[in-house]
């Protein structure tokens, strides 16, 4: 029945049918068409580079290491220069000038082989009072064993709390180990195991871009005992592959500051011209100044990677 009471007028489904046949023919066209236009198919907003060849300038020889960074043009969120902290990252052929570093909290999590370069950057940057330190490093941990110490759900907690403009991680010491997922477990290095462990690592990157930071991935050093080198070679592998596919996150390779000219293991290295031992004897960790050489290190590639001006209080570099 209609409103007014009137009886329903009789279906005319038979033209019904016909007209509505008619329409979807003519949004199929439409479609077709639309598919066939130059520029139709979808775009990436995320471009990734080949390695970048980055020179350390100091008084002492030049060093050349090779760095991987995925650049991409910084979101309004990403410009911290803007925001009065002043840093920059800036795609491999742009030109970006250097400026003084201003009011940036800076954030620096991991394991213990990220609190030996904690307390490097902390010894390096003592009197910059305008670069806010947070160490935030717990030793024992990682990204494989979430069930023990979960970085993504903690560094929630970390980002609204500090709200930083960089981001530095260096962890992966304990992860080379089984992982468990959707309640099964598999083996360290397994094509399960590696995308499970790179989307872990996704979800590190990815927090704290959305919350308008850099990060910086610091890879792993080289290590002594030869199985275990083995393993920070796949992981150090899975860091760089997912820097390059998200925007904001460069990846930092460390392995040839600490090796020989053959690309061998050393414990011990002339820094400053006098020889000094590097790392501690289990051959994973640093010693004391080995720290400080890790964090001259990658201070230096912060003032390079994103165009600001850093003064070293203990400038520490191995020199041949």
């Not at 998200?246 to 392995?255: A, D, E, I, K, N």
Request: aromatic letters at 8%; hydrophobic letters at 40%.
């Amino acid at each position: 029945m209609i409103s007014d009471g009137s009886p329903l007028p009789p279906p005319h489904w038979t033209l019904r049918a016909k007209l509505l046949g008619a329409l979807s023919a003519l949004v199929l066209i439409g479609a077709l068409v639309e598919s066939t236009k130059p520029g139709a198919a979808t775009h990436s907003t995320t471009t990734s580079s080949s390695p970048v060849t980055t020179s350390i300038k100091t008084q002492h020889p030049t060093t050349t290491v090779t760095t991987s960074p995925a650049f991409t043009t910084p979101s309004a969120t990403l410009n911290q220069r803007s925001h009065g902290c002043g840093l920059a990252a800036s795609p491999p052929r742009g030109t970006v000038a250097t400026s003084v570093i201003g009011h940036c909290s800076v954030l620096e999590i991991g394991d213990s082989l990220g609190t030996d370069l904690g307390w490097g950057l902390a010894r390096e940057l003592a009197t910059t009072s305008t670069f806010r330190l947070h160490l935030m490093d717990q030793s024992s941990t990682g990204l494989a064993a979430t069930w023990f110490y979960n970085w993504p759900r903690e560094e929630r907690h970390l980002l609204a709390r500090f709200h930083p403009n960089l981001l530095i991680v260096c962890l992966g010491g304990n992860d080379e180990q089984g992982i468990r997922f959707d309640g099964r477990s598999y083996d360290f290095n397994t094509p399960q195991w590696r995308s499970r462990y790179a989307e872990l690592i996704r979800q590190v990157d990815v927090l704290a871009t959305r919350a308008g930071s850099y990060v910086l991935w610091v890879g792993l050093p080289t290590m002594a005992p030869v199985t275990y080198r083995a393993g920070v070679i796949a992981l150090n592998s899975l860091y760089q592959r997912v820097a390059r596919v998200v925007p904001g996150v460069t990846y930092l390779s460390t392995w040839s500051l600490l090796t020989d000219d053959r690309g061998h293991y050393r414990a011990s290295a002339p820094v400053n011209r006098a020889k000094a031992v590097l790392r501690a004897p289990d051959g994973i960790h640093f010693s004391t100044i080995g720290g400080d050489v890790f964090a001259s290190f990658v201070t230096d590639e912060i003032a390079s990677i994103y165009h600001v001006t850093l003064h070293l209080d203990q400038p520490a570099f191995i020199t041949h």
